[in-house]
């Protein structure tokens, strides 16, 4: 893949890539390899997802047990309803 930079960028790819001992392109490539690599990127939260463990079905039956043990009951009336107080 070809990828077209301005001058500038170029020039200061080159600069830094000169500074650091490597090539402009793994100066390139290493940035853009930390860029994607950051805890924010969505890629890494999807990495990190896709390596988690599936749940055994127990533990979904716990989960959901737990959940509707939580539910509050349906109320017919607003929390607002009857006020003021008579």
Same mark, same amino acid.
């Given at each position: 893949?070809?990828?077209e =930079?301005?001058?500038?960028?170029? !020039?200061? %790819? +080159?600069?830094?890539? $000169? ?5 402009? @392109?793994?100066?390139a490539?290493?940035?853009l ?10 890629? =890494?939260?999807?990495?990190?997802? !896709?390596? %988690? +463990?599936?749940?055994? $079905? ?5 989960? @959901? ?22």
């Amino acid at each position: 893949m070809t990828i077209e =930079i301005p001058d500038d960028l170029a !020039r200061g %790819l +080159a600069e830094i890539a $000169a500074g650091q001992q490597k090539s402009v @392109e793994q100066v390139a490539l290493d940035s853009l390899r930390s860029l994607l690599d950051r805890a924010s990127s969505p890629g =890494i939260v999807l990495r990190a997802i !896709r390596q %988690l +463990a599936h749940p055994s $079905a127990a533990a979904v039956d716990d989960l @959901e047990a737990a959940i509707a043990a939580a539910r509050m009951p349906v109320r017919d009336q607003g929390a607002f309803d009857g006020w003021p107080p008579e």
